[in-house]
């Protein structure tokens, strides 16, 4: 399933690429995401509770930032298994100056195996939308605090 959209920032690029790859800032953003620890440069082991639809599930799964241009782009690997089933995904991400404030495009695709599968891709699809959304704003929570 292929996922992509922008979202505007009130905020320097610099300071939105910092928050958007700090681990903290991460945790508070990521919807689901109980636990978020570095295991080494740029990875960390992460656990999410989700439910979508009927299907609820803890994920221990894994997080990679590489190929890193600070301040304008980075890739982001995702992988989380739990009994519902498997979530893989890979995003671009990049960052582009837009007046006094900066606009983040982004686009991955996302691989569902198991249970979680068996929902669907138009109501894989809303959801993967509504938490990019929330965790755009719970982002734009973070960039706020001081």
Known sequence: MQIEGSFAFKAPREMIF????DPECLNAAVPGCERLVSV???????TLKIGIAAVKGTYAGKIRIDDMVVPEAY???VEGNSGPG????????????????????????V????????????F??????MMVGKFFSEMAKQIDKP
């Open 111 to 122: 691989q569902v195996s198991g249970k979680i599968a068996a929902v669907g891709n138009r």
């Open 40 to 46: 080494g440069e740029n990875e960390y082991e992460m």
């Open 18 to 21: 910092q928050r958007m790859t």
């Open 124 to 129: 894989l699809g809303m959801t993967a939308k």
């Open 75 to 77: 890739r982001m690997i």
């Open 86 to 109: 498997n979530i893989k995904g890979v995003g671009q991400i990049r960052l582009v100056e837009e007046g006094n404030g900066t606009k983040v495009l982004y686009s991955g695709d």
